[in-house]
Every structure is written in C-alpha cells, then in structure tokens.
C-alpha cells in the first residue's frame, strides 16, 4: 500500500473513500462526443482549373510565374546534364576527362577513404557495422513502441558493441587506437553523444538559471554567457590545447574525449537557452497548482513544468541538434579525422583532384540525410505532443 | 482562541514589497465551518487564503492550520498542503495530462498510492462532480464549468480535510456557474472544511456558517449571513452590498 510512514496517514480521519451512493445519487451528464458531420465528398482535382485560379489569376502572378518557369528552364537542364545525363558513374580518371559531366568514379574509388578515413583497410568492416548498428539504434529510439526500459538495457549492449567493433583487442579483433578512427564514425558518435550529454545538462542549466540560491543562479548565467560568447573553434582549441595544461603531470585524457567534453558544453549553453524558453512559456498557475497538491520541487519540474516546457521547444531544440551535429566538421581543427576532413584528404589524391568539387557534394549529401532525417522526425514529434493539447 | 479551531490567523501581515497587503488579519475558521470571504477587488482577499497553503509566506503573525504553525520549516509547509487542497479561478488543470491522471498524480506521487487503487478513487469522484466520462479526455478539450469541477475532483482525490477556493466561478460564462457551486454546496453538505472567496452572494447565504468582508488588507466586519446581509455593522460592508447586490 503507501510507503508513508503512519504519522503521515494518521491525521486523515476523513471518510477515505466516497460513500458509494454518490456514485449512484447523480446521474451522469450526457456524453459531449456526437459523430461530427461526414465532409462532402472531395471535388475532383482540375489542373487547369487551378493553375488558372492560382498561378495566372493576376497580371503579376501571370509575369511572376513566367519568370519561374525561364528560370527553371535555365537552370534545371544544364545541372540535370551535369548531375545525372553526362556523368560518368565508374572507370578511371581518363573516362572522367572525356566526359562533359561529373565524375563519380571519384566517389566509387575514394568512398572508402571518405567513410572511414586512416582506419586500417582491411579492417573497415568494423566501423561499418558500428555505424550501422548505431543509425540503426537511433531509428529505433524514435519509434514510439520501442520507448520501454528495455530500450536502455539495449542501448547498453549496442556502446559496448561498438566499443569491442571499433577499438578490438578482444575476441581475436585487432586493437585500433582511436587515433586511427575516422570519417562517418567519428562525426556520428562526436555528434550523437555530445547532443545525448548536452541535452541533460541544459536542462540543469536552464532550472539552474532560474534558481533562487544566487550562487546557483550565477553560475549557470556565467557559464552559459561564457560558451556563448566565443566560437566553437575556440573552446575547441581551449579544450585541446589548455586543459590539458591544468592536468596533473602524467594524467592525459584522450583527445577525442577533450573534443567531445568542448562540443558538449558548447552545446549545452546554447540548449539551455532553448530550453530556458519553454520554462518562461509554463504559466504560474501550473506551478501554483502543484504546489498547492504538495508536489516537490524535483516532482512539480519532472512532472509538470518540464514535460510541457520541452514540448513547446522542440523546434528549436531540433535546430540546435542539427547545428550541433554540422559543428562536428570542426573538430578537423584539434586534429580529428571526421567526415568532411577525411572528405578534403580524399581530394589530394594528384590524379582526382579535378574532382573535389563531387566529393564535397558528396560529403554535404551525407550531412543532408542526417540533418534532413532529424527535421522529419520533429516534425513526428510536435505533432505527436501537440495531437490533444490545445492551448 | 477556541480549541476547536482548524485555521488561525492571528495578526498577520504581509507585504509586497512596500506595499502593505495584509493588515494584522485574525481568523478562526473551526472544524467543518464554511467561511465566504468578500469585499472589493485588490482587498487581499486572495492574498489571505494563499496564506493558507503558503502559496504566500506572511511577514507577520502567525498562521496555525490543524495544530502545525506555517513558518519556513519546508516539513511544516508539507504537511499543511496534505491536509489543504485548493481551487484557483483559472483551474490551473495541468494541460499534457489526462483528466484521470491530472487526479491521480498527486496521490501517487505525494501519497504514494498503488496506481489502480487511486484510479478506483479518482473514478468514483469524477461521478460524484458528474464528469466520469471525461476521465480520458485532456483539460483542454473541456468547457470551462467541467474543467472547474475536474480541479475540485483533483482537489479532493488528495482526501484534503480542508478546501480554499478563490473565486472559483468569476471565469466561467453564467451558465457554467451553478454547476459548479452545485458541486460546492453538495461538499459542504458532506462536513467539508471551507475557505471560500466568491461574490456568490447567493451561494453565501445558502452555505455559509459565517462572512468575512475584507476591505484594504482589513477583515472589516466577520458574522453570520443573516447578520451580514440584514444587518452590517460598517457603512464600507452596506456600500459594497449595495454594489452587488444590485444586479
Ligand atoms: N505578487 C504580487 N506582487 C505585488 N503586489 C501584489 C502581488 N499580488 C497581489 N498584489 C497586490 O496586493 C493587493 C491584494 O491582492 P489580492 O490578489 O489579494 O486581491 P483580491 O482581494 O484577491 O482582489 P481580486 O478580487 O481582484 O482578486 C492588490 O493591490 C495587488 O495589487
Ligand atoms: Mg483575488
């Protein structure tokens, strides 16, 4: 029954349970719900119709519509030719002079570089399903019927995995120093971890914000005013090159680690104003409300405030969220070998170096699938969270 | 005072800032006793009965709800608001829960009760405010006088020995009024303790043991609704019923 101890329950001499009658003494009101009427049945679509209505129903719209249509006409044709029509798809650098297109051979030869950077060629299967196992992981965190605890048990398994896949020195697997990592993992894992450690921390930093110990209260503005006021390359560099310098003799901590502390905390500090948003948005009743039910602090934020402060900023979390992870290509400057570094060594090859120009629209369509994924999906999520408030 | 006596207030005061809200108001409210507090607007009537549950901390005085004194001690506070639920004017639902779990929340989490046996409770009392079939619908999708009593059901669901309402009907449209007060009389035909701000003079007449008028931070006059309405005392009570009454 209640955890409570006695001397809690004890003044309650109330009747605990309503009498049963009341139950029955009144009738229940009518049920509000009543079918809505059906929607006429959907007029068929006229093409005509609606260009006419819509795109040449004014002389302007009529001009401005024109002007659309050269537009596309000059500038759809010649990137199709370039992109699609006259690209050559395989073969060597010789086929790619002749032709008048792009050349993604330099993809096809290179791919392997681009992906998975200096890690030892023959071993590149591990990163690959590492990677794999990890996408496949955060497709499945967003699907609402896997969100039970086992989810994290299973989370568990996957970073051991990927652990064991991508360092070895177990089970007959060769060790790899992560100085040798590169490419698609190290983007996906520096992006994913530092949003998955920054998001928790911005929350605390936003309650922080709003404290009313001042010591508290001071602190979170000062870190937060701090991270925001130099650019990232700059706490990068601070996190690589300084810190270090504070650390006992002997004592060394791994650079992709010092990376991935200075892109969370970066991180967190622009999150926590995001989230900070969403707190000064919850109206001063809700915390009224729950104070006067006798909720605790951590239960009133927990229960209340949070789960509807997060809601309403779900857009600009996501945004942050998708700079974070296009930030990781910064970290070429510590020395890190992420996707668009091992993309820029894959154009110094002599004979494809006419080439770059399709390794970056390679690399950028990589970029593009994730961040474009991660739009969708809070798209999902806002209309999940907002499918029965109405405000 | 009496022994008897649930709430006190004795000589409390309260500032906003320089602003002098609360001037040493004393109140005895005994066990079962149904108290409307009136009076024109900005006269601390809300004010005083935040007191209560200390939604505002007094400045002066003291305030002793069932035998425990409301200071700063967080345990004291604690215990008080288990024993005190309230009502606000803007409801105050929590928007992201269902009607059922807006009930169940506190007691599973303050109380610690088993989920099914409170769902049982909330169940029976979403009958009693006669909104059962609601119980899964969220507060928004509700109107305005059956989001009222899913707050007083919330209220209730904590078992609560006292309520506080503050002005639990001035944001309902007229027709939403009665069943709300409706509700409000049937609980205080139960034995239920109240503390409540309305203009509702006729709820006032029909269920209040006794009325306190507040003008300034004042309690200006406190007696009975016979007293009150045939025979006020202050020429400000006459000038504020002549006011309302009216219409
Ligand atoms: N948080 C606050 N900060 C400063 N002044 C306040 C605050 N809350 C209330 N006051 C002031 O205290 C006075 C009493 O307010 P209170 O809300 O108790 O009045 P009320 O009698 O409930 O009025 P109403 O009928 O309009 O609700 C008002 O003059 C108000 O301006
Ligand atoms: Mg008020």
Redesign the interface.
């Known amino acids: 029954m209640s955890k409570h101890s006695p001397a809690d329950q004890a003044p309650i001499p109330t009747a605990p349970v309503p009498p049963a009658h009341w139950a029955a003494s009144y009738e229940e009101e009518p049920s509000q719900a009543s079918t809505p009427p059906q929607a006429n049945g959907m007029t068929a679509l006229k093409p005509f119709g609606w260009a006419k209505d819509n795109l040449f129903n004014t002389p302007l719209n009529t001009a401005l519509t024109v002007a659309c249509l050269v537009l596309l006409w000059l500038v759809v044709p010649p990137m199709a030719n370039w992109l699609l029509l006259n690209a050559s798809w395989s073969g060597s650098s010789e086929a790619c002079r002749e032709a008048a297109g792009a050349c993604w051979s330099v993809i096809v030869v290179k791919h392997r570089l681009i992906f998975f950077g200096t890690y030892p060629y023959d071993e590149q299967w591990r990163p690959f399903l590492a990677c794999a196992l990890f996408v496949a992981m955060l497709g499945a965190s967003g699907v609402r019927a896997f969100w039970r605890p086992w989810l994290a048990g299973a989370w568990a398994l996957t970073l051991v995995g990927m652990g064991v896949l991508m360092w070895g020195g177990v089970a007959g697997l060769t060790y790899v120093p992560n100085d040798r990592w590169g490419g698609l993992p190290i983007t996906l894992m520096l992006s994913v971890f530092s949003i998955a450690l920054a998001f928790p921390l911005s929350i605390l930093l936003a309650l922080g914000r709003q404290s009313s110990l001042p010591a508290i209260r001071t602190f979170c503005v000062g870190f937060i005013e701090a991270m925001r006021g130099v650019p990232l390359v700059s706490v990068l560099f601070m996190a690589s090159v300084m810190f270090p310098l504070f650390l006992p003799e002997g004592v060394t901590v791994d650079k992709l680690l010092r990376a991935l502390a200075g892109m969370t905390l970066f991180t967190a500090a622009y999150l926590a104003e995001a989230v900070r948003g969403g707190l000064q948005a919850i109206p001063k009743g809700q915390y009224e409300a729950a104070d006067a039910l006798g909720l605790g602090y951590w239960q009133k934020t927990m229960l209340i405030v949070l789960p509807q402060a997060l809601r309403i900023v779900i857009p600009p979390i996501v945004n942050q969220f998708i700079s974070a992870f296009k930030d990781t290509s910064l970290v070429t400057i510590v020395g890190l070998y992420d996707l668009l570094t091992a993309a820029t060594v894959a154009t110094t090859d002599p004979e494809w170096r006419p080439y770059f120009a399709e390794v970056y629209v390679f690399a950028g369509l990589m970029f593009w699938i994730f961040c474009f994924s991660m739009s969708r999906y809070s798209q999902w999520l806002e209309r999940l969270a907002n499918r029965y408030t109405r405000r | 005072m009496t022994e008897t006596a649930i709430i006190e207030l004795r000589k409390v005061g309260k500032w906003y800032n320089s602003y002098h809200a609360l001037r040493d108001v004393s109140l005895s409210v005994a066990k079962g006793e149904k108290v409307v507090v009136c009076g024109p607007s900005g006269s601390g009537k809300s004010t005083m009965i935040r007191c209560i549950?200390r939604?505002e901390a007094h400045q002066t005085g003291h305030i002793v709800v069932?035998g425990i004194e409301l200071t700063d001690d967080v345990k004291a506070v604690?215990?008080i608001?288990?024993?005190?639920?309230?009502v606000?004017q803007?409801f105050?639902?929590?928007?992201?829960l269902t009607v059922l779990q807006n009930l169940t929340?506190?007691p599973i989490?303050?109380?610690?009760?088993?989920k099914s046996?409170i769902e049982e409770?909330a169940m029976?009392?979403l009958?009693?405010v006669?909104?059962?079939?609601q119980a899964h619908?969220?507060p928004?999708?509700l109107s305005g006088g059956q989001q009222q009593r899913v707050a007083i059901a919330?209220?209730l669901c904590?078992?609560p020995?006292i309520m506080l309402f503050d002005e639990p009907t001035s944001a309902l449209d007229p027709e939403m009024v009665k069943e709300v007060l409706d509700v409000m009389t049937e609980l205080a035909g139960e034995g239920m303790t109240m503390v409540c701000v309305t203009h509702e003079m006729g709820f006032a007449r029909q269920v209040a043991d006794s009325i306190v008028f507040m003008a300034e931070g004042s309690i200006i006059e406190s007696g009975s609704p016979a007293e009150f309405f045939e025979n006020p005392k202050s020429e400000r009570t006459r000038q504020f019923l002549g006011q309302i009454l009216e219409h």
């Open positions: 549950n939604l069932d604690e215990k608001r288990r024993k005190v639920g309230m606000f803007n105050n639902l929590f928007p992201h929340l506190a989490w303050v109380r610690g009760m088993a046996e409770i029976m009392y009958k009693r006669r909104i059962p079939d619908k969220f928004g999708q919330r209220a904590m078992r020995e």
